[in-house]
């Protein structure tokens, strides 16, 4: 069941009369409003949106439009910009953001108290791909740039970043040891993760006052900034397990020294690459149980800011305009649903599909 609550703050009283000064209409000019909707069902974690909106200006000081159908307005707020809940009040879309899908398999990922720091069977195996990969080509500068540019990002880079984790490895493992110790609480794990943050601007021609022969523009420049994050609560497959034990299962799963279903799909040629477009090689990493443990329902917080400016088509008459909306939601939702989805490419996934193309490229 849902539970609707609002406030709403006005700046004050505009007034419009007709040509021979009888009143037309009067609103209330728009300050704050903030609206919270949540269920109220057992347990928590439920469905959860707040609406804030914060308006300042766009107000007609005096304006009279002539003749019979004409009107005058005083300390009058555009009606749109007077209205909370307008569609002018909306966030942008950024291009690039993840689907649901993915931003849930990728909290399970990042939380899985099985989740390798260093994957070691990965990382020999990837090293060992390197030269069937780019073996029997010729030596021309450009199939030269290709060979070095997947040396390094298959070959030197990851293996640098493996022995800055290794050096490591033995505070990973303490880090780990306490979220187990955690996992096994009365309360069990919970953890949450930063997953995406974009931001967006562009200008737009609205109109946001109209009748009586009066038409206003408001040429507005919008800036959307989103922050999404994720929580899940991971609880043990089973008590009682001895410290010993324990330790042999966290440094299995800090070193990825156990072979599973993520494994053979980092082995597989080109899984790298289906990575880029699919949540498969995160589902199956969410899904390793080293340690056995088993997660609830993923949590999806969605933090955006939008914020509006601009002038209008009289800026005699109207005062300029500026305002913001800030919502906050929380959705649930499963971790282990497929997604396909076209993302824009990385400079890194650029240059890597290039050096691909210039190295496979026959000789000629």
Known sequence: MSRVR???EYSGVGNMVDY???PIASQNNLSKYRKVTDETMTGDGWNFDTRHVTSLGGIIKTLVTSGTTGAKWTNWQASRLANPNDSLYAHLAIPGRPSNAFLATDTVKKTNPSRPVVDLSVS???LRELP???QKEGDSLIRKWGKQTLNREFGWIPLVKDLRKLATIRDDVVKRLDEIRRLK???GLRRSVDLWAGSVSGSYDVITQSGYKLVVHHYLDYT???KLRGFVVWTPDELGETEG??????IDAVLGLKLDMS???NLMPWSWMIDWFTNIGDILEGSRNIIGATHGQVQLMDHSITTIQGLSNYPGAITPFSGTLETKQRRRHTGSIIDVQLPLLTQRQITILGAIAVTRRRPG
Do not use: D, P
């Open 124 to 126: 020999v195996a990837e």
């Open 132 to 134: 069937k990969l780019i």
């Open 245 to 250: 034990r324990s330790l042999l299962k966290t």
């Open 224 to 226: 959307t900034q989103t």
């Open 185 to 187: 609480s009365e309360g």
């Open 263 to 265: 494994t053979l799909w």
């Open 6 to 8: 609002f406030t709403t």
């Open 20 to 22: 021979l000064g009888n």
